[in-house]
């Protein structure tokens, strides 16, 4: 005798990968809702940048429709391009858009990262599942 201490550290051993595993899955599920959640937030600044682009273009377009019609005496008084205000609005949503297609890449990384990771504690989960078998079958033999 004295093998029963074996089974034991077996099975404590499988316990502990079985709990990492579950720790994992669930970590995984809150990466992949970030993902989504930031993907989402992504689409949403590049409609409000194709708004505000659109816009800019819609100005411009007046300002030249308006430049053709006046007289050169009068042209002062016409406001040049879109005005700053809309450029700025459009600078801020591109970086807005970059800053968050750079967070989706960040999130999307460590999302296979922790993909990687679970792989590995799983395949030491039945490696210690193997071993548990195993010692189970060495003290049935005896």
Known sequence: GGGGGELEAAKAALDAKTAEAAAMAGE??????????LKAE???????????EDQVKELESERIA???????MSSPR???????DLSQKVEQL?????????????AELATSQAEKERDRIMVEA??????????????AER
Do not use: C, F, H, Y
Not at 42 to 50: F, P
Not at 94 to 106: C, I, R
Not at 127 to 134: G, H, M, N, R
């Open 42 to 52: 992504l689409g949403e600044t590049k409609e409000q940048l194709v708004d505000a």
């Open 94 to 106: 591109q970086k807005e858009v970059a800053g968050l297609q750079q967070d989706v890449a960040n």
């Open 126 to 139: 039945a490696e210690a599942d193997a071993l548990q078998v195993t010692v189970e079958e060495l003290r």
């Open 78 to 84: 016409i406001q040049p391009g879109a005005g700053p």
């Open 66 to 72: 308006l430049a053709s019609r006046v007289t050169p």
């Open 28 to 37: 995984l599920e809150k990466m992949a809702r970030e993902v989504l959640t």
